[in-house]
Structures are given as structure tokens and as C-alpha cells.
């Protein structure tokens, strides 16, 4: 946030360091201007209002991952020492009923991250690891308007997925890019103050938030309807117990002695910089669900599914710039695709064909070359080897057999093979077209053009 050291994820322990990020006595911080930049961009994409003269302060505390005993910040105690980048935002959540519900943003704020402390690698010693001192982080901060651990779910998915189509961070909580820590605050009613909150760290999923905050609120309801009172507290998840585990009593905001930070001046912001960032701002996902829904006719739902991850829409976009059969290319996306995905818990980066391998197998399905029996074939085959579909057709010959002598060869021999299933269907079980139509397919091995086999038989079986 401060200093010029790269930031990477699984690096050797302290070598991305430097002095400043180290807090040597005579180092001065300088503010990343790109930081700046994205926190600006995530407020702007979440209706905040920017503040022109944000301001610097001082959280004073001492844990032995802090090597300057303090951490550069946006907040603060009191009014004039709280001026954060961004206030006042929001964002809108789909509930489960079908309803949309706005979550209110108090602020979002800049600071830089504290260092790791490693626990498990010996039996007596914690050890430090200061690569990720000074790594620039955004504080989003949201209203108490969160009523269920399912809409704290919905929420966090909403922050992770704007989060990425800004490009602002890859949002994994395993690696850290993402974290979350969570407030719960009982009351009787929606008219009474809140009761003491308990804030939850440490979660490392959504699903473990959702969990961790279902145990906390049965907890507390259970205390509370005791007449026993809930202590003001951090804690934990413990994931293996199923339970929140404290840690230690909460701090109050005068607990870190916040002051504005005597190395750094305000940050000015230029607003002619903030508007030429709203311009440059990207297709956020609500928009691009819209767009899908009107531009390619596609369902809602369908919609909803392919924007919900970056990569997946920007995989569906490149299919839909080959096929003009927008609705195919999602059925193909949202199934097959998006299966082999979950299957092999890989992203769709990592598949071996293109997103235009898919559009061009689409194609080659609507123009008649192949069948939809063959085309399933022909994925497995592009998934195993990564070759286009029209190249697979080549190699193993697959074209359809449109040739009407051709299918007339498989349709006698099925229908020589089957008299009892022919008296049937004259006699008015007209549904075993089907059964027929399937032994043709299969006896030309899913070559014989559908519509032809279906026009032919009933010629015969209606003669």
C-alpha cells in the first residue's frame, strides 16, 4: 500500500519485503496510486460517494505481526479523524423467493494488511512471515441491514462477483485475496436496539460463514432466552466442533488510540480522475445479465448462471461471437461446459479446446454436418485432446448420412428385424416411433440424419 514490494501469493517466507513495509525507523510511506485507484473504482460501482480529502490515521496495537506496532488506515475514532475514500454505497441482493433486497455500505476504506503468523510447522514456535506486511487491502463495510446467515451468503457472493469483474482482485478466501469477518447482533424486535455483537474471524468459505453465523445466532437466542446476557466478543470457527470459540473480548474504538497519520497529507482526489474512472468502468454483472436477456433472448435463469463467474461469462461471450444460436451456446455453457468444470474442479482456463471449439461444434449441428448424438461424441474427444470439432468429424468420419437410399438400407433391416413391434404400432401405438427411430440411429451409429429417419419410417410404417 506504501511501498513498491510485489505481492504474490506462496512466495518464501520474507523475501517480497523492504524497509518501509518492515517499518525501519526513517522510512517514509508512499500511497499506491493504483490502490487508490481500485478502491475508488469499487465505491463508484457500488453508488458510494468519493471523498475529495480522504484522510490517513494510525491504529495503534501490538501483536507480533505488526512489525511497526501500528497500522496505516481510514479509520478512526472520532468524526474528524474518520474520513474514509468512499461512503454511503449499496448494493442489491437476490433473495431466494424470487425478491430483491438493497444492503446498505457504510464505507469503504483503504489500509495496508499485517504480516502471518504460522503455527503448525513446529511444536514450539509461532513463525512470522512478513511477505504480506503492507499488502493493500479495501474495507468494505456493510449497513446492519443483514437479517439471516443465507442473505449474508447472497451478499458476500454479490461483493466477490463486482469484486472480479472490476478486476480489482482474484477474491479467493483459501489464498486470502478475500476475507470476511462477521458481526451478530440479537434484538427482539426490528424496533429495538441492538444487543451486544460478537464479531466472527477467521472463515475461509461462504458455506463456513453461513454455518458459523447459524451456530452463533442459536447460541445467543439460546443465552438471551435463558436471561443471560452476551458478552462483547471476538471469536472463532471452530469447523471440525460445529461451534464459535472466543478468542478474546472485543476492543472498543478508543482501545487503538487512532490519530491522523503524521507521515502523509490528505489524499486529494482530482475529480476530474474520478470521473474519468466512472468512464472507464467495465460491464458490471447486472448489467451484462440484462443485456443477455434482451440482446440474446435467453431465459433469466440462464442469464443469471453464466454471469455469476467472469471467466464463464467471457467464455460464453466467445462462443456466442462464432454461433448466431445464442441459446444453444447456453444450454452447451451451463451444461456440458460448466459440468466438466465442477467434475474436475478446474476453471474453464484450464479446459484443453476453446470457447470457439464450442461455438464451432454448434454450428456444425445446426448446418446438418453431425448429430446431437455424435456432437456429445465429439466433446469428449475435444475434452480429451483439445482438437476442433470439425477436424474430429474429418479424422473419424462422422459426417451425417443425409443420402436417402443410404437410410432406406438401415430402416428395412430394422423394421425386418422387429414385425411384432410393426403390428403394434399399426394396431395404434404410434409412440414406438421412437423405438424404431432408435434402432436406425443406433445400426447407423448415430450417422443417419434424424428428420430423414423420422420422414422415412413413418412412410413405411404408415404404407
Known sequence: MFCGCKVEFGAEPNTLVCPVCLGMPGTLPVPNINAVEYAIKMGLAC?????????????NYFYPDLP?????????????????ICTKGHL??????????????????????????????????SLFDANRCGTPLIEIVSDPDLRTPREAYLYLEKLKQILEYLEI????MERGNLRCDANVSLRKDEFAPFGNRVELKNMNSFHNIEKALEAEIDLQAMLLDKGE?????????????????????????????YFPEPDLVRLTVDWAYVEGIQRALPELPEARRKRYVEEYGIPAYDAAVLTKDKPVSVFFERVCAITSDKKSASNWVMGDVLRVVKEQAIEVKDLKFTPEHVGELINLINSGTISGKIAKSIFEDMLAEGKAPGQIVKDKNLVVINDSEAIEVFIREVLKKNPDSIAAYKSGKTKLLGFFVGQVMKLSQGKAGPEQVNQLLKKHLEA
Do not use: F
Open 47 to 59: 453508488g458510494c460517494k468519493i471523498d475529495p480529502k480522504a484522510m490517513w490515521t494510525r491504529k
Open 68 to 84: 511497526k506496532g501500528y497500522q496505516i488506515t481510514q479509520q478512526g475514532e472520532m468524526a474528524i479523524y474518520d474520513r474514509p
Open 169 to 172: 482482485c482474484d477474491a479467493n
Open 92 to 125: 442489491e441482493i437476490d433473495l431466494d423467493d424470487g425478491s430483491r433486497k438493497r444492503i446498505g455500505l457504510t464505507r469503504i476504506h483503504m489500509e495496508e494488511d499485517a504480516g502471518k503468523l504460522i503455527h503448525d510447522l513446529t511444536v514450539a514456535d
Open 229 to 257: 446476557t452476551i458478552a462483547q466478543q471476538t471469536k472463532r470457527w471452530d469447523v471440525n466442533r460445529g461451534v464459535t470459540v472466543a478468542t478474546r473480548t472485543k476492543e472498543q474504538a478508543h482501545d487503538y488510540r
